[in-house]
């Protein structure tokens, strides 16, 4: 008999994903502009889309200045191809909303271009 090392997470069903985040993450004296422009284009393809507050300081998990873009989970097939070709070099965490934000930053996302380290530490009352 094989015994389990550690108890598995519960499955979570896709069909229970409501929405998507996506953060983009900037600098902002030096790829603000280009977080703006892609912002303006999200807004003009994606008008379902829910555009979050400019976060020049270090808000939540994020190590660095971002916004985010709430999406429905129907968008995410049109909106994610879209994103990984039109981000402009800007770096993007993605990742479904189920209810664990620290699962949800963490084991559930994926991140376009280089991952940024985030502040877990934030999540330490969710656990």
Do not use: C
Request: net charge positive.
């Amino acid at each position: 008999m094989f015994k389990r090392a550690a108890t598995l997470p519960p499955r979570i069903a896709p069909q229970a994903i409501a929405e998507y985040h996506a953060h983009v993450y900037y600098d902002p004296r030096k790829t603000r502009g280009r977080a703006a422009r892609l912002r303006e284009r999200v807004a003009a393809e994606f008008p379902q889309a829910r555009l979050g507050r400019w976060h020049d300081a270090l808000v939540g998990p994020h190590s660095r200045s971002m916004y985010q873009i709430a999406l429905p989970a129907g968008m995410l097939t049109s909106f994610l191809p879209w994103l990984m070709l039109n981000r402009d070099g800007l770096t993007v965490l993605l990742h479904p909303e189920t209810g664990d934000d620290y699962r949800d930053h963490t084991a559930h996302a994926a991140w376009l271009g280089p991952a940024l380290k985030l502040r877990l530490q934030a999540f330490k009352n969710a656990r």
